[in-house]
């Protein structure tokens, strides 16, 4: 394969395939898991999405390999996407709790078996998962560098770090690296609070790494929000009152500007300067639709529209 990937910095919306495979029990897939993940698929083409995110653990490996054989089903569709996986979290079950695992020889054991199960030969983005904190970060660091050399993957970023976890890893490692996702959303907001609440005493119960992002800006690291639809608490299953407020107002915002309320809440991550990307991991066709002006359009906020909606999802004022 000679393609070189979509762009991902080029791409503001990302699709999420965890909802893919199936169940969350280990065991086969079937046929209709593959047409419900091809589905899903062609509903983020589309919407103009072209950069699919992965887990080795997602669905234990059915979501990678129902997303193989749709692509074995689509020729030519490998050259139009890009294809980020991610790996480091192993799944407990009943002899063992789950686990951490960024051993230099687990990594590489992982991207192969992901590089079977996409049905691929080469991995575009592989993000490591989460932090382990017993990982050698040389080991890491040679890992990365010999899968990148043997072509397997070609670039790397990390998932749920913070500045100096990041840091840490590049200074022992040549090439850079280019994305950090983590939860991020109008619901799940301590990554845009922990900028506003210093020297408030509600800061200690922030516990959003402190710089994080400013380092992401300033290293052309991307970040990529993971549920950015906050589980539908805006867009269908309000529960509070101040979500009950904010699905009030993102749906009036998205009747003045002629979209829809899931493509309003993925602007407000968009809007910010840091360029966010969500990643949205709804598996029905038709939210994934609703996203397409995310993809699509640049962000439609005003500062004072961002700020509302904003202080109406805190349910109280800013400091």
Not at 231 to 239: A, P, S, V, Y
Not at 248 to 272: C, D, M, N, Q, Y
């Amino acid at each position: 394969m000679t393609n070189e990937g979509v762009g991902m910095d080029d791409d503001r919306v990302l699709y999420g395939c965890m909802g893919l495979g199936g169940s969350w029990e280990p065991g086969p897939y079937g046929p209709g898991d593959i047409d419900a993940a091809e589905a899903a698929v062609e509903a983020a083409l589309d919407s103009g999405i072209t950069a699919f995110d992965h887990a080795d653990i997602y669905r234990h490996g059915k979501s990678e390999a129902v997303f193989g054989e749709v692509l074995a089903r689509t020729p030519g569709l490998r050259d139009r996407i890009t294809l980020q996986t991610k790996c480091g979290i192993r799944l407990g079950d009943e002899d063992r709790p789950g686990l951490y695992d960024l051993r230099g020889e687990t990594i590489t054991r992982r991207v192969e078996e992901s590089l079977t199960r996409l049905r691929t030969d080469v991995i575009d983005v592989l993000l490591l998962h989460r932090p382990d904190p017993l990982a050698d970060v040389d080991s890491v660091a040679a890992a990365l560098t010999s899968l990148h050399r043997q072509g397997l993957v070609r670039r790397f970023g990390v998932s749920n770090m913070g500045a100096a976890q990041i840091a840490h890893l590049q200074a022992r490692l040549e090439l850079p690296l280019v994305a950090n996702q983590l939860e991020m959303s109008l619901h799940h907001r301590d990554w845009v609070e922990a900028g506003v609440l210093l020297n408030t005493p509600a800061a200690t119960a922030d516990g959003f790494p402190f710089g994080t992002l400013e380092h992401c800006r300033d290293h052309g690291i991307r970040l990529q929000a993971w549920g950015a639809l906050a589980q539908g608490r805006f867009t269908g299953r309000q529960q509070t009152p101040a979500e009950r407020a904010t699905a009030e107002l993102l749906a009036e915002l998205a009747r003045r500007k002629g979209t829809t309320p899931e493509t309003v809440l993925l602007w407000w991550l968009i809007r910010h300067p840091s360029r966010i990307a969500p990643v949205i991991g709804t598996a029905r066709p038709d939210r994934i639709r609703a996203c397409r002006d995310a993809a699509v359009r640049e962000p439609d906020l005003t500062h004072e529209e961002w700020y509302e909606l904003w202080v109406t999802a805190r349910g109280v004022p800013l400091p």
